[in-house]
């Protein structure tokens, strides 16, 4: 026996302060906490891929460089094929764009708070990361970002927009102004571009270091797919050709990813449902004792006024309704994300949510912890 393992053989040393990150998978009737879409992908394209994946030849490997895929998804954005990459999902989109582009003795820049997969991806592929200030209302002032990128010149700056987890929309100037500040490569995360009125796809320029990831994940009622993609110039797409490992997109996903854009009408219908959905929660949970964010996304965060957060996520999941507790995280104190659900889905939330905030069994009703700040519950999606 050599003794303890971990000791012999210890993780590497920038990754030991690294947490884990978790989101609470919980039984319940209503689920609103990780921004899927509600409803599954049309009937049509499961028996499309079903004929298709009876005559795959599972003998062989896949298409390596998922041609027809990419001209697929070249074809929707009015790009070429030369201008599109795909991975397992966007995060591992993301990943080869920071091993890449970051990696050790890069930086990478953030604007807190955002999706924290692209601090925690950045320091797992070696890179340290600049986190900049939002404002308190969460939206991002030009002198923060003249701040950051002038005083830690970062290879790689990411922009979420709409933003996870506040939904708002970034300004199109923001991106403007990081590409004129020399930002390094500026990855603007589109996960939820499509409930938004505005895209920095029109943006992209063979010219400029600005690319766009997106994903099938929400829109696309794909999340147990795992299919992301980044638009970019071509000397970017081919740069991240080389470093992906060979054959990572199997061929089940390739045909799922081709056969799911032939549906974009049934996509932009859920679309118009969610982004109908989430105006008629907004507006009822501002009648409510919370603060609403603005949301461009199909989700909405909000921080009651009255309990704290926990406590509301307490009674809301002792209501079967789960949503995401944001309430510990850096920023984001006594904050909630609840995704937009069906409409059956969102009246029980709104149910539980006025029973909790009116009712006599309230959990907490101590005032709220503004400077509850625990790094440690840092969660993705
Ligand atoms: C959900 C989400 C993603 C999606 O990741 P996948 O790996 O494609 O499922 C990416 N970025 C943001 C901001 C998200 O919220």
Redesign the pocket.
Known sequence: MVGNLPEVIPVRDDLRALEGYHSPQVDVRVRLN??ESPLPPPDAWRDALAAELSRVEWHRYPDRRATELREAIAQMHGVTADMVFAA???????QTILLTYAGAGRTVATFEP??Q??AQIARVVGSSVVEGERDADFSLDPAEMRRVVESARPHVTFL?SP???TGLVEPAERVDQLLQLGAGLVVV????AQFADWSALSMLDEQRPLVV??????TWSM?GI???YVIGPTWFISELDKVVLPYHLDVAKQIAGRLALRFVDDMDERVRLIVAERERLAAAMRGMAIDVTPSG?NFILFRPRSVSGRGLWQGLLDRSVLVRDCSSWPRLANCLRVTVGTPDENNAFLTALDEVLTGDDVVDRSTPDPSANDPSTKA??
């Open positions: 990780t921004n397992n999902g966007s995060n591992e989109v993301l955002t999706y997969m692209h979420t933003n996870n987890p995360d589109e996960a939820y990831t997106r994903t099938f994940s929400k999340a795992r299919l992301g996304a993705p999606s």
